[in-house]
Each structure stands twice: as C-alpha cells, then as structure tokens.
C-alpha cells in the first residue's frame, strides 16, 4: 500500500495520522498492493476542480476520482471547508477530517451517496470504522 500525501495548504495536519487512517482502512477492507493520492487544498482549488469535473461552482468538502489497475484512487479535501463543517457538525477539525477521509476512502471502493439510502450507509460504515479501528 502507497500513500501519496500532498498538504497544498499552511495548515499544520498531522500527515502520519492521515497516512494511519488510510492503511487502517485498507486493512479493514483488505486493498493490498494499491496507490491512493490524497491532496489537502483550500477553498480556490477546489472550486475549480469542482467546476471543471462537477460543474458546480462552489467549494465543496471533498472530491473523490477513481482510478484503475494499481492506482485506487485519488482524493482531494478543502481544508478550510473541513474547519467549517467541523463547526457545523460540533466536531474538532480533526475529526471531521477523518470523518470525511473515511467517506472518501468508501468513494474510491464503489460506495455512493447519490440516494438518501445510500448516504445513510456510507455514513455508518464511516462512523463504525472510526469507533471500532481508530484511537487517535
């Protein structure tokens, strides 16, 4: 397992946490010998990366893309929309990133969130995985 991490932003994240998550993950879901690219972004990149593949012209949390072969996947979060959400959600920045690394690590495994059901499940696969696999 190969774990790109590239922190595009001045935030100060723990990268070997982030790093722990994923392999975590991979080991839950028994992905072996794959590549995942993780990119942390601010607010301007990820509008335009959501405007060029989504055609939505806002920032959003966090945009996944699958790849193929030994490539899983890349993902891209907006940091300063994570802190937001955080608030939101009553969550420390940390958690809402692992929160949503979690969701698009499900992304790049072939859950999806376009429907009310499946959203609801990716929400507790997310949450078990945190509660039962993660102590950080």
Same mark, same amino acid.
């Given at each position: 397992m190969i774990v790109e991490i590239n922190n595009r932003t001045k935030a100060a994240i723990n990268l070997a946490? !982030? #790093? +722990?998550?994923? @392999?975590?993950f991979c080991q839950e879901y028994k992905i072996k010998h794959q590549e995942i690219s993780l990119?942390?972004?601010g607010d301007q990149e990820i509008k335009k990366l959501n405007q060029a593949y989504r055609r939505i012209n806002q920032a959003t949390d966090i945009l996944t893309f699958a790849g193929e072969a030994d490539f899983l996947g890349e993902i891209?979060?907006?940091y300063a929309q !994570? #802190? +937001?959400?955080? @608030?939101q959600f009553n969550?420390?920045?940390l958690e809402e990133l692992i929160f949503v690394l979690v969701h698009g690590l499900l992304h790049l495994i072939?859950?999806?969130?376009?429907?009310?059901?499946?959203?609801?499940?990716?929400?507790?696969?997310?949450?078990?995985?945190i509660n039962l696999k993660l102590k950080y």
């Open positions: 946490l !982030i #790093k +722990r998550v994923v @392999k975590l990119a942390i972004v891209i979060i907006d !994570i #802190k +937001r959400q955080a @608030k969550n420390t920045a072939g859950y999806d969130d376009q429907t009310e059901k499946g959203r609801k499940e990716m929400e507790r696969l997310a949450s078990e995985f």
